[in-house]
């Protein structure tokens, strides 16, 4: 959200702006590395504590971090910040895994899908209006009141959604209320609550390296979110710089993107509900977490065609309706790839999406923290033409990877099986 403001936090700190991006930095992979724990936490514990928890935590970190006195205090608070805030990304996709059936749980994961993707396109928009009207300070004063409102919403009307907690829950009341009899239920864990949390906490890591489908379409996840987050942090050197415009105006250019997520919700992912369905139906057989994969196609063609088009066009300075409608293509694709990717580690893995979707956000916050910290240095010495292009080269390699997963997806998950 302050990105449009990088320049007048690091006056306002005495410090340069390549340092200020290390806030974005220390957010954007805590972020990543907090789901490892919260995920499996909710299995545990259930989703509905983790997520009161975390809001109130990340809620109070927007006091610290609007009366930051210098760069470290507020690269520290920010990177905390991003540890409680991950819990959206750790257990959305469980909490959706729980509430809806799998043949129409794609168009909902595209909705949920928006909260994490427009946040850093509306963001830097309204980001831009308050640094300009008000001062870099209040982005986080006004956070401060957004996020404890929708806290104490939270403690109101969020739900236990976690099959295994209501169960035991429902249990403990049956025992107490028929003079502590037995009860059991499907699929109970009589091994010690340790031991129980540990095997939790290391079933990310354990699903990340030891699934090749799921390493791989992490890899690609972060190779867009480090994309993402390379360009985002660049717009304001981009079009203030190179095109002259004012910060608000930048704010508005991180809404082609934005545009691209909102269409790609729209028209894209009600089909890949409809396409899951009619495989099944066609090959007459359960549905298959392959046929989550043939819309992320989409995204294997327009992302790598849609980067090509915004280095060049930038670097020539084309008139920046053209760059614009570029990162529209980039957004659709962004969508295609990360809903198919995400819908396909819930169907893979069910009653532990949550800890599979952790372990794909690993390495996707990690890219989309460290990358930005050299792409100005990259774009500084190979122009925006061959830097940004860089970047789609690397998703132009991997762009084949959802194909290959259709067909030989089946195969892979078999012979990598794992118990979890």
């Not at 390549?18 to 724990?37: C, D, E, K, N, Q």
């Not at 919403?153 to 009899?181: C, D, M, Q, W």
């Not at 066609?282 to 196609?297: F, G, H, M, T």
């Not at 952790?358 to 792409?375: D, T």
């Amino acid at each position: 959200m302050f990105t449009p403001g990088i320049s007048d936090i690091a006056e306002d700190l005495d410090t340069s702006d390549s340092t200020v991006v290390g806030a974005t930095t220390g957010f954007v992979i805590f972020l990543g590395i907090g789901p490892l724990f919260l995920a499996p936490l909710s299995e545990t514990f259930g989703r509905r504590k983790l997520y009161l928890v975390c809001f109130s935590i990340f809620a109070l970190l927007q006091i610290p971090t609007a009366l930051s006195p210098n760069v470290e205090s507020l690269i520290g608070v920010r990177t905390i910040s991003g540890f409680f805030g991950s819990v959206g990304i750790a257990n959305g996709g469980g909490t959706i895994s729980d509430m809806f059936h799998p043949s129409e749980r794609a168009g909902v994961f595209g909705w949920y899908l928006l909260g994490p993707l427009l946040g850093p396109t509306l963001g830097p928009l309204l980001g831009g209006i308050i640094v300009q009207y008000l001062g870099w300070r209040w982005i986080f004063w006004i956070l401060t009141m957004v996020c404890s409102f929708n806290t104490i919403v939270g403690f109101f009307f969020l739900i236990e959604s976690y099959a295994p907690v209501i169960l035991e829950a429902r249990k403990k009341t049956y025992a107490s209320e028929n003079g502590h009899k037995l009860y059991r239920m499907a699929g109970q864990d009589d091994r010690p609550f340790w031991s129980k949390l540990a095997t939790s906490m290391a079933r990310p890591l354990r699903i990340l390296f030891t699934q090749p489908i799921v390493l791989t379409m992490a890899v690609y996840q972060a190779i867009l979110f480090g994309t993402t987050y390379s360009l985002y942090t660049n717009f304001e050197a981009i079009y203030g710089e190179l095109y002259g415009f004012d910060t608000t105006t930048v704010g508005l250019m991180y809404l082609g993107p934005g545009l691209g997520f909102l269409i790609a919700v729209w028209f894209i992912v009600p089909k890949i509900d409809t396409i899951y369905n009619y495989l099944a139906r066609k090959n007459n057989v359960e549905p298959k977490p392959e046929y989550r994969l043939p819309l992320a196609n989409i995204g294997a063609v327009f992302i790598p065609s849609s980067l090509f088009v915004f280095a060049w066009t930038v670097q020539y300075k084309v008139h920046f309706v053209v760059p614009l409608i570029s990162t529209v293509f980039f957004g659709i694709g962004q969508i295609a790839i990360l809903n198919t990717c995400q819908n396909y580690y819930i169907d893979s893995f069910q009653k532990y999406a949550a800890s599979a979707i952790a372990a794909g956000a690993v390495f996707r916050s990690i890219f989309g923290g460290i990358l930005p910290l050299g792409a100005s240095q990259l774009f500084e010495s190979a122009g925006f033409g061959w830097g940004i292009s860089v970047f789609a080269f690397l998703s132009l390699a991997l762009s084949p990877a959802p194909l290959l997963f259709f067909y030989f997806g089946e195969g892979v998950r078999e012979r990598f099986a794992i118990e979890l």
